[in-house]
């Protein structure tokens, strides 16, 4: 059974920070690119991060590049955020998808939605 399981999140000031988990299980995830997105209340979902299966190529939204770090550890990826601000308060979702392109589609295109995602995991940044 495919699996893609979240973990941390919550509540936190601005200037905090909060990690992510997210693991795989039931699949190959070693050959898939794995993948943070977001939605805020009232807004389309974006792309967040992602990276290769090698875990040597990562891509990030340009709201989130310097504070947020993606990374990955066997059939683990992790989202570190660092510098939080209110606008990152959104559902974040965990994502995996064999294709680059596919998951680089699915950061502009808000309603495409493929491969395995996450149950999501709340984040709330307060000032």
């Known amino acids: 059974q495919v699996k893609l399981q979240q973990s941390g999140g919550g509540s936190v000031q601005a200037g905090g920070s909060l990690r992510l988990s997210c693991a795989a299980s039931?699949?190959?995830?070693?050959?898939?690119?794995m993948a943070w997105f977001r939605q805020a209340p009232g807004k389309e979902r974006e792309g967040v991060a992602a990276i290769s299966p090698s875990g040597d190529t990562t891509n990030y939204a340009d709201s989130v590049k310097g504070r947020f770090t993606i990374s990955r550890d066997n059939a683990n990826n992790n989202l570190q955020m660092n510098s939080l601000k209110p606008e990152d308060t959104a559902m974040y979702y965990c994502?995996?998808?064999?294709?680059?392109?596919?998951?680089?589609?699915?950061?502009?295109?808000?309603?495409?939605?493929?491969?395995?995602w996450g149950q999501g995991t709340q984040v709330t940044v307060s000032s």
């Open positions: 039931g699949y190959t995830s070693s050959r898939h690119w």
């Open positions: 994502a995996s998808h064999p294709i680059h392109s596919t998951i680089l589609a699915m950061f502009t295109q808000s309603t495409l939605r493929a491969g395995y």
